[in-house]
Structures are given as structure tokens and as C-alpha cells.
């Protein structure tokens, strides 16, 4: 499925800004502002003065939260958004639900305890944001996430993502298959599955455990034997 | 919405509120040919064409939709219903099932060219009709390949080639794709990886038959670009 843009010429915006180069520019930002995140349940609040607040933006990290006020932005940043700036970028600071500083550990056991499946969910989070692609909640689709090439702003999603685990399988009778395959080829989007190689005894893995394991990416597509002979004909 | 698109997204309905006759196909004549049924009863099926015996057989299994008469005779003279075709196909003991023809028949009859998977096609055919008196209709079953071992639950079975007139069973070439037939639940990562070593290189799509529906699905390894 080709990429399908927005609009005319968004193709050469998303290649005139590469988004590697803005997220180094965010990091830069981040740490210039040296403002942390406050932890509140497994998400976090960041106050951003407006060129880190359009840096955010740029890259789709959090949820902005309009307030009366005029020269900063309030950011609700995800479980993963929160230890992905936090850990991999490491860029921001987080005060734990006391106000005090909380390291990458006691960060992980505390998102662990939270969101379930957490380890998981942002093993594949932190795959799709390393390779520069945009991640963003996929839930409204059936999904984990949906994945963009670029901003979402400029270019649909091409991907509703799903991922898996011996723990965590999904998939696991063919309504769902039809149900989840159906609902991402209705928005036009590849159903990709994120298969994460854990050791299946393992339910609570830790850090440098999850850095070590792989990820498998596969498509799922139906397959409709009459549209392929239609497009068979046509090429003939 | 085209024709097609109907009979893959939704189930076919008659109108009943609308008066129209149903229009009778019938089979031409040209031949016939006889098989046992296990063993203790006779079949006379009357046919058109020239068909080798392993299309005749999935053929067969078309007409019971599509034509509205197709004659069939036990020892007795007795004309079999479709129930008692249908049951005798169903009833799986005899190594074949209504799902391997469902899916044949939705792939045949929109021209793909169906063989067995890993059987060779100069041993797939047979002509001579002194060979197949006295076969019994599951033993053309198994010589299609398609012999049903219940407890296997993934299984390849058919390779397949896009529509092509000049196809030569001589020399096939490499099927597009090889298509395997999934029951139960679906299968896991693990499972498609055991399957994708068995096809040998060749793509592999998943076929799931419930009820009246057909689906086949992809199941593709892939690697997301790293984008700048």
C-alpha cells in the first residue's frame, strides 16, 4: 500500500523536514528547559514553553491540554511516550507521585504495575519510534497503535499495529482475525503484528531482559482471489 | 458493488417476495461414468465434456450447485437425493471433506489452476476409464491428494497458478503461491513458520472454510522501512 498524503506537495514537506533531525532537535530542547515530568498514574504532565511545545508537536509526542495560559503548553505524555523520552531518548527527567526524582527502574516496575502488559506494548512502541516512524494509540481501531510515516498532519496511517506475545496471544479464533483484518483494511491501513521473542515463563521481564529480545514484523492481508484475477486481466 | 464483491462479502439470498421461475440447467449427455460408493452402492453420473477424472470428481462437486439436475442411481435404480450426496461427503470417515471442495471450487471457478501440493500432475490425471471402474469416489478423492486426515488441523494442499492458457501439466513451472487449510483456531507464529519451511519457498496463504464463508488470508514477513 503506497503512502497517501494529505494533500499536494506534503510528500516533499515530509522530505525536506526528516524526522530524525527533529527529534534531535527535541532532545536538545528537553534538556535546555530542564523541566521534568510529573508522574501521575502511569502517564506523566510536562509544562513546555512554546519551542519545545511546536518540537512536541512536530514529533506527536503527548496530548496537548489547552490552558488560559498564553507562553506555555501542557503536555500528557503515555506510559510509553514517558519512559521512551525518559529511557531511550533520555532526555526528560520524571518526579515520581511523591514529587521526587524517579530512576529508569523504579520507573519500570511502577508502569509495570499500572498498564498491563506494559514490557510489551513498549518494546514495540520503542521498534516503530527507533526507525523513525510516528506511533500513536491505536485503540479506536481495534489496535495497539497506528503507524505513520510521518506526521499525521501530512500523511495517513498505512499501518494498525498489534502486538503479540506467547503471553499475551491474540488472534485466537477467526472472528477475530475477520473482525481486526476487516476494521484495518475498512480505514485503509495493513494490519502489521508485532511479534515479540520472550521467553514465554517470563511475565514480568525486566529492562535489560526485554533489550535483548527480537521483534518479528508480519503483515496480515485477506486475500480475495477475485480481485487478484481482476488485477491479473488487467495487467495482461 | 460488483458480482464478485457479492459473493465474497455477503451470503447469496433468493428474493421470495419477487415471482420469478427458476431457470432448470441441464447437464448434456455425452457419457457417463461409474464409480463405487463405498463399495455397496452404484453411481451413475451423467456428465458433459471431456474432463480427466481428478476435475470430474471436483467438478462434480460444482454441479451439485450449479445445475439443477444431475442423475444419480444406486444398485437399486433408486435416484439419490443432494442430502444423501451431500451427507455421504460430510461425513468425513471416508477421508474427504466439504471444506477442501469449497475452497477448490471458489479458486477453480474463477480460472486459478489448482494441483495437489507435492504431487506431481502426469500422476495426478488419468483417461482411461477402465482404471476408474470400479474406484470407489474416495479413492478419486485421494488420488487428487486431497484425502483428509481429521486430526490434522494445518495442512498444505493445494499449489497454484494464476489463469493461463498456455499452462502445460509438462511442465508446470513454480506455483504463485501454495494454499494451506487451517481448522480449529488459527495458527500461531510458530505454526505459519513450520509451514512456510514445508512450502519450500513458496509463498503460502492460509485458507479458513466456515460455513458458506471462504477465507484466505496472507500472513507476510515484512521489514519496516528505517525512515530519515
Known amino acids: 500500500m503506497e503512502p497517501r498524503w494529505k494533500g499536494k506537495g506534503f510528500a516533499d514537506i515530509a522530505n525536506d523536514n526528516p524526522m530524525s533531525e527533529i527529534i534531535k532537535r527535541l532532545q536538545i530542547s528537553f534538556i535546555q528547559s530542564k523541566e521534568p515530568a510529573q508522574l501521575s498514574g502511569c502517564e506523566s504532565l510536562f509544562e513546555a514553553g512554546l519551542d519545545l511545545a511546536d518540537?512536541?508537536?512536530?514529533?506527536?509526542?503527548?496530548?496537548?491540554?489547552?490552558?488560559?495560559?498564553?507562553?506555555?503548553?501542557?503536555?500528557?505524555?503515555?506510559?510509553?511516550?514517558?519512559?521512551?523520552?525518559?529511557?531511550?531518548?533520555?532526555?526528560?527527567?520524571?518526579?515520581?507521585?511523591?514529587?521526587?526524582?524517579?530512576?529508569?527502574?523504579?520507573?519500570?516496575?511502577?508502569?509495570?504495575?499500572?498498564?498491563?502488559?506494559?514490557?510489551?506494548?513498549?518494546?514495540?512502541?520503542?521498534?516503530?519510534?527507533?526507525?523513525?516512524?510516528i506511533v500513536r494509540p491505536g485503540l479506536q481501531?481495534?489496535?495497539?497503535?497506528?503507524?505513520?510515516?510521518?506526521?499525521?498532519?501530512?500523511?495517513?496511517?498505512?499501518?494498525?499495529?498489534?502486538?503479540?506475545?506467547?503471553?499475551?496471544?491474540?488472534?485466537?479464533?477467526?472472528?477475530?482475525?475477520?473482525?481486526?483484518?476487516?476494521?484495518?483494511?475498512?480505514?485503509?491501513?495493513?494490519?502489521?503484528?508485532?511479534?515479540?521473542?520472550?521467553?514465554?515463563?517470563?511475565?514480568?521481564?525486566?529492562?535489560?531482559?526485554?533489550?535483548?529480545?527480537?521483534?518479528?514484523?508480519?503483515?496480515?492481508?485477506?486475500?480475495?482471489?477475485?480481485?487478484?484475477?481482476?488485477?491479473?486481466?488487467?495487467?495482461? | 458493488m460488483n458480482s464478485w464483491e457479492n459473493e465474497e462479502e455477503e451470503e447469496q439470498h433468493q428474493n421470495p417476495f419477487l415471482n420469478t421461475t427458476k431457470e432448470m440447467r441441464f447437464l448434456k449427455l455425452v457419457g457417463t461414468k461409474t464409480w463405487e460408493w463405498e463399495r455397496s452402492w452404484k453411481r451413475r453420473v451423467e456428465f458433459g465434456g471431456t474432463l480427466e477424472s481428478s476435475e470430474m470428481v471436483a467438478d462434480f462437486t460444482v454441479s451439485l450447485r450449479k445445475f439443477s439436475l444431475l442423475v444419480m442411481d444406486g444398485p437399486d435404480g433408486k435416484v439419490l437425493t443432494l442430502s444423501d450426496i451431500h451427507s455421504k461427503v460430510a461425513e468425513k470417515k471416508n477421508g474427504c471433506s466439504w471444506e477442501y471442495f469449497k475452497a477448490y471450487r471458489r479458486l477453480k471457478c474463477l480460472g486459478y489452476i489448482v494441483g495437489r501440493h507435492d504431487v506431481a500432475w502426469s500422476s495426478k490425471s488419468s483417461s482411461n476409464s477402465n482404471q476408474e471402474d470400479g474406484k470407489t469416489i474416495m479413492d478419486c478423492f485421494k488420488d487428487m491428494g486431497i484425502s483428509d486426515d481429521m486430526k490434522v488441523k494445518k495442512k498444505l494442499v493445494f499449489d497454484m497458478y494464476l489463469p493461463d492458457s498456455r499452462f502445460k501439466k509438462t511442465c508446470p513451472g513454480m506455483p504463485v503461491f501454495v494454499l494451506c487449510l487451517i481448522r480449529g483456531s488459527p495458527p500461531s507464529k510458530e505454526e505459519i513458520e513450520k509451514l512456510e519451511e514445508e512450502s519450500n519457498g513458496v509463498p503460502l496463504k492460509l485458507c479458513h472454510v466456515d460455513n458458506w464463508l471462504v477465507s484466505f488470508f496472507s500472513f507476510d514477513k515484512v521489514e519496516l522501512p528505517h525512515l530519515p
Not at chain 1, 512536541?56 to 507562553?71: A, H, W
Not at chain 1, 530512576?103 to 498498564?115: G, I, S, V, Y
Not at chain 1, 494498525?160 to 480505514?187: A, C, Y
Open chain 1, 141 to 236: 481501531y481495534g489496535v495497539d497503535y497506528v503507524a505513520y510515516r510521518h506526521h499525521p498532519a501530512l500523511v495517513h496511517s498505512e499501518y494498525s499495529v498489534l502486538v503479540v506475545t506467547k503471553n499475551h496471544p491474540r488472534l485466537k479464533v477467526w472472528s477475530d482475525w475477520q473482525s481486526v483484518v476487516r476494521v484495518t483494511g475498512g480505514v485503509a491501513k495493513n494490519l502489521l503484528v508485532l511479534s515479540i521473542d520472550a521467553n514465554h515463563h517470563d511475565m514480568n521481564p525486566s529492562l535489560q531482559y526485554l533489550d535483548k529480545c527480537t521483534i518479528d514484523e508480519r503483515l496480515i492481508t485477506r486475500w480475495v482471489p477475485e480481485h487478484s484475477r481482476a488485477e491479473n486481466n488487467r495487467q495482461k
Open chain 1, 55 to 133: 518540537l512536541l508537536g512536530r514529533t506527536c509526542f503527548g496530548q496537548p491540554i489547552t490552558t488560559s495560559s498564553k507562553d506555555k503548553q501542557w503536555f500528557q505524555f503515555g506510559p510509553e511516550e514517558t519512559f521512551y523520552l525518559s529511557y531511550i531518548l533520555k532526555c526528560l527527567k520524571i518526579l515520581g507521585e511523591d514529587g521526587q526524582d524517579i530512576n529508569f527502574e523504579n520507573l519500570w516496575d511502577h508502569m509495570k504495575l499500572k498498564r498491563e502488559n506494559f514490557p510489551f506494548l513498549f518494546k514495540a512502541y520503542s521498534h516503530l519510534r527507533s526507525k523513525n516512524w
